[in-house]
């Protein structure tokens, strides 16, 4: 068996060459060529954060203009939105894991695969040329009349760019369904599915469903721009709010769709961290899918001051919390997996913990703004700021991180420090919660979002926020370093480091070019660790 | 305090309402998040991998309790669900004999119109201890009114009026902002709110005081742009009478009938082919690039003014 695990080629040396990686069809080298070039967009759109925290540490805004503050939150919003988050675990590790998991050689259309990296490249580029061109001001959500009528003149360039990476979001949305439908080995049955797998199954639907209607409006703001059309300007009959329906119908599933496959990572960490199986394995596989379903009918929470029909909004509100139930059943569950399990405090698992508080805190904030009365007050505050961040980058990258740590044996076959990996997450979680804390504190007192200038008497808590952003950005470094560090010092990780369960944990690290030898037979349920449960039981 | 305020100043009976509804709120969060913050930490301690302890005959499900974990949280959340929606429908019932006053929002300044016709920029005073109704209007972009004090905010939306209401209690002066992004100088679109005794207030009404009311405005552009051509008693033209309009229902050509709101009387300035009413030919022409907010807003409060039996202002 050893013997033939050597002469088995990794898909890392399956060639050398520049071309074998750009016109590769692997499913785990695109995997590759994805987390370089997710991790190329984090800096662009981490250096405008930066920017703007440091702009922020006086009242009075001294770094930047009105302008360059306005272009330099509408990139970050941009470019971590669209280029980071919403491709930033399907893409990368949706990609690397999800044939492994299946028993699958690759994807079901690997030529597909790359065509969705070529384009998702090509919109990231065209979206860096926009930046350089002077940048765009209408911040992320480009609400008309401003963006149509008023913002300067790169609305178009952006609006193509965002439009371009759809067609990658689609493609790859495509790509997965139909793998998931037909490429999974014998015996793998829905019921063996892992959480991983069902999450980003059900992120799919959302992206295959709602992006095509974020492309047609943002078509329709450019002809608009353009030719005047009217559908959008009242006083060519037109209407502003329809544009925010459009928008939101499109936004706010494509919040779950930045936060599902970061809650299938946690289901995968939860349980091999406690090396148990998940606690209710139905519920939340279903879980997912209710998400991905109730996802669809809540946009309208988001413009509850909009003007829109108070029964509208009442309708809105009431949907919103019945997300509540799914997400509460993930992370009530994922606490009863770890009772009487065998908890291991590595890096992986530590990152799943910072994950589950800090989404705690982020959905229940978000409940909060469901609340007609509350929202009212807090909505498009600082305090709306502070709750998508504890969600997107909490959440989000919170298992990104958690998730690279996890598998970075098996995608590179070598080991990182350990020790260096704690005290990443630990700083994280510090930073991060030192970061977006007090803007909860700063949205209630009444300081709005995208405020170049405020009040003097909200220094203080500003101050914080850039401080700790500092730390958070000195945190997100760590990884960088001692995973480089690791592909040439690293320990040989051996096939299975953490001693998981799941098909991808069969396989060689790196695992070889074709995935597996012959085609795996799954027998059992999944996070059957009732076997390895024995010798450790003290 | 002043050097980090953790909580806003609060001046309505309104705005204690929604503080009294967010700490209710927060202790919801605490009761359902502490458990699983806590029991992650023990269970990490407890079953710290080997470590001893009794990790025997563990349940991988239980769906009573599952189930229970997803609906008890639901259920505490419908009855703040139905405990905000209730204070938000408030917002939406301002009392008929409100102090109505007009918001124009533009790029970037707030413009406010008493009904005694006295205009102020990024200032609004209000007398304390009486309901007030704002009609708001944009020129250009969306803009938000947010008053952070009175804990209420209400989008300013070009091509419709949305309304919000108040009663401050407190006198002093708080913080206005402009809380939708509105493009370069959104963050400087600020402005003070005013709160005064009701005698300070008519006080300033007198010291700035107008030639004009609003009515009055409205009326003298009535006659000047040429709508009392057509609108007066003794036109010969056939166009509906405004006597006694505002507040009343109209019967439309499509067979809808629709109340004379403010809303209304806009739109059929502005956009009069949309709502014909029945029995009038669609002859009146637009007035889109005619009249700015303001002026419509003058000739609203002067149709607003025509009540049957009684002088006009």
């Known amino acids: 068996m050893s013997e033939t695990a050597t002469e088995r080629v990794s898909y890392l040396r399956a060639g050398h060459s520049l071309k074998s990686w750009l016109l590769t069809t692997d499913h785990k080298r695109i995997a590759i060529l994805y987390v370089l070039s997710i991790t190329f967009f984090f800096f662009v759109g981490a250096i405008a954060a930066a920017l703007i925290r440091l702009d922020l540490l006086t009242p009075a805004g001294d770094l930047l203009t009105n302008d360059g503050y306005n272009r330099a939150f509408t990139i970050h919003g941009v470019v971590m939105v669209w280029f980071f988050l919403i491709p930033s675990i399907p893409n990368t590790f949706g990609n690397f894991l999800l044939p492994l998991m299946i028993g699958a050689r690759d994807l079901a259309f690997p030529k597909l695969n790359l065509l969705s990296w070529y384009i998702y490249m090509i919109a990231g580029l065209f979206t860096v040329f926009v930046l350089i061109a002077g940048g765009v001001d209408t911040g992320w959500t480009f609400y008309t009349p401003l963006s149509t009528m008023y913002a300067n003149g790169n609305v178009i360039l952006a609006a193509s760019a965002v439009f371009i990476v759809g067609f990658s979001s689609i493609l790859t949305g495509l790509n997965f369904i139909v793998t998931v439908h037909k490429l999974r080995c014998p015996g793998m049955t829905w019921g063996r599915l892992p959480l991983f797998v069902w999450s980003i199954y059900a992120t799919s639907l959302v992206l295959v469903l709602a992006t095509p209607v974020l492309s047609i409006t943002l078509v329709l703001i450019s002809l608009e721009r353009l030719f005047g059309l009217g559908i959008f300007n009242p006083a060519l009959g037109g209407d502003p709010l329809l544009y925010q329906h459009l928008f939101w119908f499109y936004s706010h599933p494509a919040v779950y769709i930045m936060v599902l496959p970061a809650l299938g990572v946690i289901s995968e960490l939860v349980a091999a961290g406690a090396r148990k199986p998940i606690f209710g394995y139905q519920f939340v596989a279903a879980s997912s899918v209710a998400i991905a379903a109730l996802g669809f009918f809540v946009w309208g929470h988001h413009m509850f ?3 829109q029909s108070a ?30 399990g065998h908890i291991s405090l590595d890096p992986p698992f530590l990152f799943a913990m910072a994950f589950i508080g800090l989404f705690v805190f982020g959905g229940l904030t978000g409940l909060m703004l469901a609340m007609l009365a509350i929202d009212v007050h807090v909505h498009d505050t600082y305090f709306v700021i502070a709750h998508f961040h504890y969600i997107m980058v909490g959440g989000t990258v919170s298992a990104f991180f958690g998730a690279l740590h996890y598998w970075w044996p098996k995608i590179v076959g070598r080991m990182y420090s350990i020790v260096w990996g704690r005290l990443a997450a630990i700083f994280i979680f510090l930073g991060f919660n030192l970061t977006f804390f007090p803007q909860f504190l700063l949205g209630y007192l009444g300081m709005p979002r995208r405020y170049h200038v405020y009040p003097p008497e909200f220094q203080v808590l500003n101050v914080f926020s850039s401080v700790g952003a500092t730390l958070l950005g000195a945190a997100y470094l760590m990884p960088f370093i001692y995973f480089i560090h690791s592909l040439r010092y690293g320990a040989p990780a051996g096939d299975n480091p953490w001693g998981a369960t799941g098909l991808e944990w069969t396989t060689p690290s790196p695992p070889p070019k074709h995935n597996f030898d012959s085609v795996p037979l799954v027998d059992r349920p999944p996070y059957d660790y009732e076997v390895e449960m024995e010798g450790d039981n003290a | 305090m ?44 407890k079953y710290r991998r080997g470590r001893p302890a009794d990790r025997k005959h563990s349940p991988n499900r239980n769906i009573p309790l599952e189930i229970s974990w997803s609906v008890i949280p639901f259920v505490a959340l419908v009855g703040f669900y139905v405990w905000s929606t209730e204070l938000f429908a408030t ?13 124009v929002a533009k790029q970037w300044m707030w413009k406010f119109q008493h009904p005694q016709g006295q205009a102020e920029i990024n200032e609004l005073h209000v007398p304390a201890g009486e309901p007030v109704k704002l009609t708001m209007a944009s020129q250009d972009v969306i803009h938000s009114l947010f008053i952070p004090a009175l804990r209420i905010k209400q989008d300013v939306v070009p091509g419709r009026y949305t309304t919000s209401w108040f009663t401050a209690d407190k006198p002093g002066t708080y913080r206005i902002a402009c809380s939708q992004y509105c493009g370069s100088n959104h963050s400087e679109m600020t402005g003070s709110f005013v709160v005064m005794k009701p005698a300070d207030y008519a006080k300033w009404l007198s010291q700035s005081s107008n030639d004009q009311t609003l009515a009055a405005e409205g009326a003298a552009l009535f006659r000047s742009r040429g709508c009392s051509g057509c609108h007066d008693p003794a036109s010969t033209v056939h166009a509906p009478s405004l006597v006694g309009l505002y507040g009343n229902p109209v019967p439309l050509q499509s067979g809808e009938v629709v109340i004379a709101d403010d809303e209304y009387i806009r739109d059929s300035i502005l956009l009069p082919q949309s709502q014909i009413a029945a029995g009038y030919q669609p002859i009146m022409p637009t007035f ?16 607003k003014s025509l009540q049957p039996g009684e002088a006009t202002q």
Request: hydrophobic share 60%; charged share 10%; aromatic share 12%.
């Open chain 1, 305 to 307: 001051v909009s003007g």
């Open chain 1, 311 to 340: 029964y509208a909004s009442a309708a809105f509100s009431f949907l919103s919390i019945a997300v509540a139930i799914p997400s509460g059943i993930k992370v009530y569950n994922w606490t009863a997996t770890l009772f009487k």
């Open chain 2, 2 to 45: 002043t050097f980090i305020p953790l909580w806003p100043q609060s001046v309505s009976d309104y705005s204690h309402q929604v503080d009294l509804l967010v700490i209710a709120f927060t202790v919801l969060i605490v009761a359902l998040s502490a458990p699983v913050f806590i029991l992650i930490v023990v269970f990490a301690v």
């Open chain 2, 91 to 103: 917002l939406r019932h301002a009392p008929a004999d409100a102090l109505q006053i007009d918001v």
């Open chain 2, 288 to 303: 889109q690039n005619v009249l700015s907010e303001e002026d419509v807003l003058k000739i609203v409060a002067y149709i």
